[in-house]
Antibody, heavy 120, light 106 residues
Framework: QVQLVQSGAEVKKPGSSVKVSCKAP????????INWVRQAPGQGLEWMGR????????DYAQEFQGRVTIIVDKLTSTAYMELSGLKSDDTAVYFC?????????????WGQGTLVTVSS | IQLTQSPSSLSASVGDRVTITCRAS??????LAWYQQKPGKAPRLLIY???TLQSGVPSRFSGSGSGTDFTLTISSLQPEDFATYYC?????????FGQGTKLDIK
């Protein structure tokens, strides 16, 4: 069973940044994309962006362009999502999710989620 | 690409057959997936390519459709099926989700 293990909950001030980690099994980044999806309290799912580590390419949703950065550390098999310029409506659970085999834009394994609370 | 699910919520009983629809704002061929999410948990992939069942998903789940109109059907509801269901298009970035359909017990 593939496990993606995310870092713990964070509380941040408006205007600051948050960096969430997602540790994957070794070798994941050779073949699979890592995506980030967020879910505000009581709301639906919102795709933020992804990284294709095997190509060194990222793809971000327009809404987050300029504020989000997704990177991977292949040595530690860990992906990171950093979101800057935090606002109260960035309060959400942030999930990492692996792209599925031949359908890399479909997500078969997910992290447990990381709650980010933005509050003054 | 906008995805609109209907209904937004649905009450049903164990053993019922239920259908959830997802309409795309433009044609997406069969590039649609369905996920199930329970409270406090990550989503679970059920179906991709509009109708292909993910490994380990019970056969009471089925999907159909292409172009702009899609359906998820649960043939005989089980207690563990009460959850929120999301469609997702993977035709083009950003890979958007529907707003969700909450299925609860009547």
């Amino acid at each position: 069973q593939v496990q993606l293990v995310q870092s713990g909950a964070e509380v941040k001030k408006p205007g600051s940044s948050v960096k969430v980690s997602c540790k994957a099994p070794g070798g994941t980044f050779n073949s699979y994309t890592i995506n980030w999806v967020r879910q505000a309290p009581g709301q639906g799912l919102e795709w933020m962006g992804r990284i294709l580590p095997f190509l060194g390419v990222t793809d971000y949703a327009q809404e987050f362009q300029g504020r989000v950065t997704i990177i991977v550390d292949k040595l530690t098999s860990t992906a990171y999502m950093e979101l800057s310029g935090l606002k109260s409506d960035d309060t959400a659970v942030y999930f990492c999710a692996r792209g599925y085999s031949n359908y890399q834009e479909v997500f078969d394994y997910w992290g447990q989620g990381t709650l980010v609370t933005v509050s003054s | 690409i906008q995805l609109t699910q209907s209904p937004s919520s649905l009450s049903a009983s164990v053993g019922d057959r239920v259908t959830i629809t997802c309409r795309a704002s433009q044609g997406i061929s069969s590039d649609l997936a369905w996920y199930q999410q329970k409270p406090g948990k990550a989503p679970r992939l059920l179906i991709y390519d509009a109708s292909t069942l993910q490994s380990g998903v019970p056969s009471r789940f089925s999907g159909s459709g292409s172009g702009t109109d899609f359906t998820l059907t649960i043939s005989s509801l089980q207690p563990e099926d009460f959850a929120t269901y999301y469609c997702q298009q993977f035709k083009s970035s950003p890979y958007s989700f529907g707003q969700g359909t909450k299925l609860d017990i009547k």
